[in-house]
């Protein structure tokens, strides 16, 4: 791998600077970041709570049917890349100060909010890493913060798309790779990683905004005599026991506490080389955004041996209970479990399956389930659910008090093909069986039932890693798609379908809200297309 | 619930792209079920491995040839410090070590062995030749390749099962729908016992025996009857008997009935014990 030829390709393509009227201008308060998305959609979850959820109350109910297409963005002359036929947006757009930031593997395009124009474009030179998927951009002032395959963190001049500096913060040769979207928490860019091929251990670092310089980091797994230790057979089994990073994280400013979903434990389905819990993997942290210290966990899978990688967002919400405001945080697990958490003291309230399941045999006292070890992978097969949920975002809405989500109900056969003493990688697989069904759900996250579900019908099983995203807005909206091509618009109450409409490809990635020019779009990302509606003019 | 009728009947599905079905995500990217690539599933095993090694970005391929001579070379030398698979033993684990992952061909691990590490009590290879050290670290670079390339695993000897109580569980749970015909020689119809279990348990739908069909009442009255070619929220497409496609939208007023006849068989996914399925793909094997 030979960076110096990609810095001057990169240089070379890196400002295509289409103007047709006033150029806006791109700045991001500090201050502004996180809070509701009203004219701006700042964070990869619109703000800190990863509720995903709109104040704005334009299009309602009454008026949806009446949207119309404003403009359609397409993917073009990008072609296949390598492993991907052809580009898939399922990046969560930015919006600052009029124009809209999109990624792709490799990719950032600021386009114009008004037009779909593209206003500048970024494009990296692949150097190995996994171009499995890109979820967007930060913005802190004016700068633009991209995550590259192959573990880049790269700055940009939000106005002009010109580098203005990077820094590698993860070898791609370990597989090491990154998908994510940084999260922008005062003065730290807060970085995650992926790469589960190689035994590598997962980590959260923080960067500074101007410089690139790294504030701290944060391992997964302990080291170093740490208590948490003793869930592992031994320190080598930790420092190679995975807890990926690569979803964003959520984040409470009055706490200063992030909150971040580890992923899967390493190596991932051949569990016998690694007895114990395997601390902090499959679980959410609570982090001092400062310094990067453990507040404290919640292990959401303990010992996983099914790729549960825990990297749905965890979403911050308050409740009155027993006339006493709560801080909770409530989790959709992939593992199909629905937990909600005290967010100041990690304490569990719920923690109940939401797809059926039958491989625990009970909960600790800390609220943590048991795994039956019969459902564990072996090598004659074994049957357990497939992932109930993957990376695509779920929502909370605020008027109603659930918890959306689009689930999948599923099984598949777990094979164990490395029955080794000193299993490494993945050591097995999992071939789903049967139909995979994908149901949308609306849960209570205080008792954990659903309140409503909508099964999508489909011949086909749910593609499981690929899949709708959800927001919710204040006038009961609940905007959705299905895996043939529809968006869907429910009422976020009662889960009644209020309009429908078929484009060109499935919702690929987040879909966002916003007021421009005092009108309220609706945007999402949809195959290779970036695709606005409104209200007509 | 919206479609609790409908949910109970339709068991569809078609499995492509199995084996990442449920790791991070598809290799194709694909996400429209219209892969103008061979699904997965039906790829040799070298063309697996090659698929997964573009997927992942997995580096340059190693070298087989060298890496066979390199085995027996690595076993006398090495093996005793870093273990036979080196995944270490007194020495480390060599899998995941830097310098064999920073390394493509030899061009740092060749240098790299013959001055040996002895401040860290490895001796040096001086004696070997450049070539000799190259074989060994195309073993080493061959044993990464069968961790990290998932695209390489192959399941082990799956036939863990009672014969017995596997065609006891036939007898009393599967009769009630087939008949010994359906059994007579199954086995024989699988390449691999891994095909027979997933074959028993959720059967392709290779032909329209097994397809799911509906009846479709439109507001005027109108039946349109036929395999289901998909179905969503909005739309069902029926291909009738004689041929034509028919595509109906599901407007308020249209009635759908659907017909699965794979719906026991996700039933039973949904509850089968994992003995029950090794016992009953042990019978079933036997049946040639």
């Not at chain 1, 809070?35 to 334009?58: E, H, M, V």
């Not at chain 1, 809209?100 to 692949?126: C, M, Q």
């Not at chain 2, 036939?159 to 036939?170: M, P, R, S």
Request: with cysteine; aromatic share 10%; charged share 15%.
């Amino acid at each position: 791998m030979k960076l110096a030829n990609g810095v001057f390709a990169a240089a070379a393509t890196a400002a295509l600077a289409v103007t047709t009227h006033n150029v806006p201008h791109v700045f991001l308060d500090p201050n502004a970041i996180g809070k509701d998305p009203i004219t701006a959609w700042t964070t990869f979850n619109g703000d800190y709570s990863g509720r995903r959820y709109s104040t704005l109350t334009q299009i309602g109910p009454g008026n949806v049917n009446q949207l119309v297409q404003r403009w359609v963005y397409k993917v073009t002359g990008i072609g296949a890349q390598r492993g991907a036929p052809a580009p898939v947006i399922k990046c969560t757009p930015l919006l600052v100060g009029g124009v809209l930031f999109i990624t792709i593997p490799d990719h950032v395009w600021a386009l114009d909010a008004r037009t779909g124009n593209p206003l500048s474009h970024y494009d990296w030179v692949d150097h190995g890493g996994h171009l499995i998927g890109q979820r967007g951009v930060a913005i802190w002032k004016s700068s633009v913060y991209f995550l590259t395959p192959d573990n880049w963190l790269v700055a940009l001049n939000a106005n002009t798309g010109q580098e203005l500096w990077r820094k590698n913060y993860a070898d791609s040769r370990k597989q090491y790779f990154s998908t994510a979207a940084p999260l922008v928490v005062k003065n730290h860019v807060i970085v995650g990683v992926g790469g589960d091929a190689m035994d590598m251990p997962g980590f959260l670092d923080s960067f500074d905004p101007v410089t690139g310089e790294l504030q701290w980091k944060w391992w997964s797994t302990p080291r170093n005599g740490d208590p948490a230790l003793k869930t592992w057979p031994n320190e080598t089994a930790s420092e190679h026991g995975g807890g990926m990073t690569w979803m964003p994280g959520t984040y409470d400013p009055e706490l200063n506490l992030l909150y971040w979903p580890t992923g899967n434990t390493n190596p991932v389905f051949a569990g016998q080389g690694r007895p114990g819990a395997n601390l902090w993997t499959e679980s959410i942290v609570a982090l001092d955004a400062d310094t990067g210290q453990l507040k404290w966990y919640y292990q959401v899978s303990p010992h996983d041996t099914h790729d549960f990688d825990n990297t749905t967002a965890p979403i911050l919400f308050d409740r009155v209970i027993d006339g006493k405001v709560q801080r909770l945080v409530a989790q959709a697990a992939r593992n199909g479990f629905f937990v909600t958490l005290d967010r100041v003291s990690g304490q569990h309230l719920v923690v109940k399956p939401y797809v059926p399941l039958d491989y625990y045999s009970g909960l600790t006292p800390q609220g943590e389930l048991i795994p039956i070890p019969d459902k564990d992978p072996t090598v004659g097969g074994s049957i357990n659910i497939v992932n109930a949920t993957n990376w695509q975002a779920p929502a909370y809405s605020p008027k109603t008090g659930l918890v959306y989500v689009n689930s999948v109900e599923g099984k598949a056969i777990y094979y164990l093909t490395d029955d080794s003493k000193q299993p490494s990688g993945y050591g097995g697989t999992g071939d789903a069986i049967g139909h995979g069904q994908r149901v949308l759900q609306a849960i209570n996250p205080l008792t954990g039932n659903a309140v409503w579900k909508h099964v999508y019908p489909n011949l086909n099983n749910a593609p499981t890693t690929v899949g709708p995203s959800i927001l919710t807005t204040a006038s009961n909206l609940l905007i959705t798609g299905d895996d043939q091509k529809n968006v869907i618009i429910y009422s976020a109450d009662k889960g009644q379908v209020l309009w429908h409409h078929e484009i060109g490809a499935n919702e690929s990635g987040g879909v966002i809200t916003y007021l421009l020019d005092g009108k309220q779009y609706i945007l999402f990302g949809a195959g290779d297309s970036l695709y606005a509606w409104s209200l007509p003019e | 619930m919206r479609h609790p009728a409908f949910r109970a009947m339709l068991a569809g599905g078609f499995v492509v792209l199995a084996a990442f079905a449920i790791s991070q995500e598809a290799p194709t990217g694909d996400q429209n079920g219209s892969s103008q690539q061979k699904p997965y599933q039906n790829m040799t095993t070298e063309q697996r491995a090659a698929s997964t090694r573009t997927f992942l970005g997995l580096g340059p391929e190693p070298d087989k040839a060298a890496a066979k001579r390199g085995e027996p070379l690595f076993q006398r030398n090495c093996a005793f410090c870093h273990g036979q698979q080196a995944r270490g033993a007194t020495g480390s684990s060599l899998i995941t070590s830097d310098e064999v992952l920073g390394d493509d061909h030899g061009e740092h691990l060749v240098p790299f062995l013959k001055k040996g590490r002895p401040e860290r009590g490895m001796p040096e290879f001086a004696t070997m030749s450049d070539d000799q050290l190259m074989d060994i670290t195309e073993f080493l670079h061959l044993l990464v390749e069968d961790v990290a390339n998932r695209g390489t695993y192959q399941v082990l000897n799956i036939l863990v099962g009672n014969v017995a109580e596997g065609k006891a569980y036939v007898t009393a749970h599967c009769m009630s729908c087939h008949t010994a015909q359906t059994f007579a020689h199954i086995a024989s119809q699988f390449r691999s016992a891994e095909q027979l279990q997933r074959g028993w348990i959720w059967p392709t739908r290779g032909d329209d025996s097994l397809s799911a069909t509906a009846t479709v009442k439109t507001p005027d009255g109108r039946i349109t009857a036929g395999r289901v070619a998909q179905v969503s929220d909005f739309r069902i497409t029926l291909v009738d008997a004689a041929g034509p496609t028919h595509v109906i939208d599901r407007e308020p007023g249209v009635e759908v009935q659907i017909k699965d006849p794979l719906a026991a068989h996700q039933e039973l996914i949904m509850s089968l014990t994992n003995d029950d399925m090794h016992n009953v793909t042990a019978y079933l094997e036997i049946l040639r």
